[in-house]
């Protein structure tokens, strides 16, 4: 299971952190990202981070944004920085666990971000 947190509304130029968590034991992480949904358009990948630590961007948060893994805490977090109107959207944690050689894939709930003035 994945719960995310750090959602929220704030200004553009302004940053956020969102956070995600990924509860249970004894997996192995392959990945873990972020995606999001704005409203009338298909969710799309903001940022990637595998399991030895390559990381993946979209175009257009590239510089703004960094996702980061703190794998003790079996947490992941976005940082966002010079967020614009654009950013707007439902913000939807991913992970790639494995149990072996037994893999799944989990989405968190989504947590909204506005930016708005």
């Known amino acids: 299971q994945l719960v995310e947190s750090g959602g929220g509304l704030v200004q553009p130029g302004e940053s956020l952190r969102l956070s995600c968590v990924a509860s249970?034991?004894?997996?192995?992480?392959?990945?873990m990202g972020w995606y999001r949904q704005a409203p009338g358009k298909e969710r799309e990948l903001v940022a990637m981070?595998?399991?030895?630590?390559?990381?993946n961007y979209a175009d257009s948060v590239q510089g703004r944004f960094t996702i980061s893994r703190d794998s003790r805490k079996k947490t992941a977090y976005l940082q966002m920085n010079s967020l614009t109107t654009e950013d707007t959207a439902v913000y939807y944690c991913?992970?790639?666990?494995?149990?072996?050689?037994?893999?799944?894939?989990?989405w968190g709930q989504g947590t909204q971000v506005t930016v708005s003035a």
């Open positions: 991913y992970a790639d666990l494995w149990w072996g050689k037994v893999g799944r894939e989990f």
């Open positions: 249970g034991t004894k997996f192995s992480v392959n990945a």
């Open positions: 981070l595998t399991g030895v630590g390559h990381t």
